[in-house]
């Protein structure tokens, strides 16, 4: 038995770096899963303010309905974009088990932010990196850098408030860097994807009036019965 445990020993320490900070950095993204566990729904009002060359609007206001594990909407009286990439808040959006997970740079001495590198595992989502800048006292993503292979990239700098028992986001900072596109080719970003120029901006989303865990139905989810 004695001879297991040291042949066990010896392995652990011979073992490559990155080994044993994929572990590390798994326990990053389970930590806020637990954080997040108890989080069933939430509603909010949102105002969106677009910042951006290539696309003049007045500020949008809708309210937004999420339910885990990931049903969205927004409903708005008016003609709404809403940047679903970065834009809203979905704690199971980075699930420990869809990713492999990379620490980027050593955690500094006194800092408490780490960076993670993470890829998805599963063939729809792949095609796209992320990096996570993480708080590590509060188990709080701080910023979501996304990448694709088309280009196209996008920074999300969240600041958050609490809301009943949960930390959730009051602002978000969402920094657009898209290619040109052929007209007609959909790339999810509404009406940017109708630009022939490359697209550059800002959209900042201010969430206000939470109300959380108060039961939404899964139909309210489902256009057929809304309208009825």
């Known amino acids: 038995m004695r001879k297991i445990f ?58 937004l309905y999420f339910k885990a594990p990931d049903k969205m909407k927004v409903e708005s009286k008016g ?16 699930k420990k088990d869809d990713f492999e997970i990379r620490i980027l740079e050593p955690v500094a001495e006194g800092k408490k932010d780490i960076k993670l590198k993470i890829v998805p595992k599963k063939k729809e989502k792949m095609g796209r990196e992320f990096v996570l800048l993480i708080d590590r006292n509060d188990n709080l993503v701080r910023e979501i ?6 280009g196209r990239e996008t920074k999300a700098k969240i600041e958050y408030g609490r809301y009943g ?16 596109v052929d007209p007609g080719e959909k790339r999810g970003f509404g009406p940017f994807e109708q630009k022939s120029e490359r697209v550059t901006g800002t959209i900042e989303i201010t969430y206000a009036n939470y ?7 899964d139909e309210i989810f489902n256009p057929r019965e809304t309208k009825k």
Request: a negative charge; one cysteine or more; aromatic letters at 18%.
């Open 145 to 150: 850098h996304t990448s694709q292979f088309d």
């Open 6 to 63: 040291l042949w066990l020993f010896i392995l652990f320490c011979l073992s490559p770096p990155w080994i044993r900070a994929d572990e590390e950095a798994v326990r990053y993204l389970d930590a806020i899963e637990k954080k997040y566990s108890g989080l069933k729904d939430y509603i909010a009002d949102v105002n969106v303010h677009f910042d951006m060359e290539t696309f003049k609007t007045p500020d949008m206001k809708a309210k």
């Open 211 to 217: 109300k959380v865990n108060t039961g939404l139905k």
């Open 79 to 94: 003609v709404f974009f809403f940047p679903r990439e970065g834009g809203y808040f979905n704690p199971a959006l980075f």
């Open 165 to 180: 028992s949960f930390e959730l986001p009051r602002y978000i900072l969402l920094t657009l860097d898209l290619p040109s």
